[in-house]
T-cell receptor, first 113, second 122 residues
Framework: AQTVTQSQPEMSVQEAETVTLSCTYD???????LFWYKQPPSRQMILVIR??????QNATENRFSVNFQKAAKSFSLKISDSQLGDAAMYFC??????????FGQGTILTVHP | GAVVSQHPSWVICKSGTSVKIECRSL??????MFWYRQFPKQSLMLMAT?????????EQGVEKDKFLINHASLTLSTLTVTSAHPEDSSFYIC??????????????????FGPGTRLTVL
């Protein structure tokens, strides 16, 4: 079974600075997808970014980018120019071949003004 | 974008009663929906996969007789918590996977999440 591990329960960053959230996973599959989701205080899950395992190029969405290291099974999220609205719980997730999402434990991100 | 609604957004009930939570895909069809449970400051735990026209598939450790799932149409799945007890109090979230022609898991397999339902059992 696939597992997803987020080793940082909490992180903080100053507004306008950059922060990186870590995620590692374990799988025996060669073709899969990875996601970062954001859950603000409203608790609505919001898709931040997705990465296809067969693509070597790291995905980027505006201020959000990933560092995908397939051999190391690492999938970190970098948030540049952090904004107060980025404060939330962030989940790394793995999409299995059965279409199920497996989530990491989550990282609470605090943004200081 | 695709929108998923949940109703109710919060509910308080007495111990021993049953509660039904609805999950609707508003602007797309979803043969498959998923139900998750989330405790405060914890991750989402998949409870079951809901399939239109067939029985739900439950994850290990989830009591299927307690958490009844019905996927009656391509836009509606319901979760009924039967004989609810205080330990069932939690935040329940559904997601819907948009039906597409491609069977390949991935970008065409995006799950859209509902806003969640907070259940409190007294």
């Amino acid at each position: 079974a696939q597992t997803v591990t987020q080793s940082q329960p909490e992180m903080s960053v100053q507004e306008a600075e950059t922060v990186t959230l870590s995620c590692t996973y374990d799988t025996s599959e060669s073709d899969y997808y990875l996601f970062w989701y954001k859950q603000p205080p409203s608790r609505q899950m919001i898709l931040v970014i997705r990465q296809e395992a067969y693509k070597q190029q790291n995905a980027t969405e505006n201020r959000f980018s990933v560092n995908f290291q397939k051999a190391a099974k690492s999938f970190s999220l970098k948030i540049s120019d952090s904004q107060l609205g980025d404060a939330a719980m962030y989940f790394c997730a793995y999409l299995t071949s059965y279409g199920k999402l497996t989530f990491g434990q989550g990282t609470i991100l605090t943004v200081h003004p | 974008g695709a929108v998923v609604s949940q109703h109710p957004s919060w509910v308080i009930c007495k111990s021993g009663t049953s509660v039904k939570i609805e999950c609707r895909s508003l602007d797309f069809q979803a043969t498959t929906m998923f139900w998750y449970r989330q405790f405060p400051k914890q991750s989402l735990m998949l409870m079951a996969t809901s399939n239109e026209g067939s029985k739900a598939t439950y994850e290990q450790g989830v009591e299927k007789d307690k958490f009844l799932i019905n996927h009656a149409s391509l836009t509606l799945s319901t979760l009924t918590v039967t004989s609810a007890h205080p330990e069932d109090s939690s935040f329940y979230i559904c997601s819907a996977r948009e039906d597409t022609e491609s069977q390949r898991v991935g970008l065409t397999d995006t799950q859209y999440f509902g806003p969640g339902t907070r259940l409190t059992v007294l």
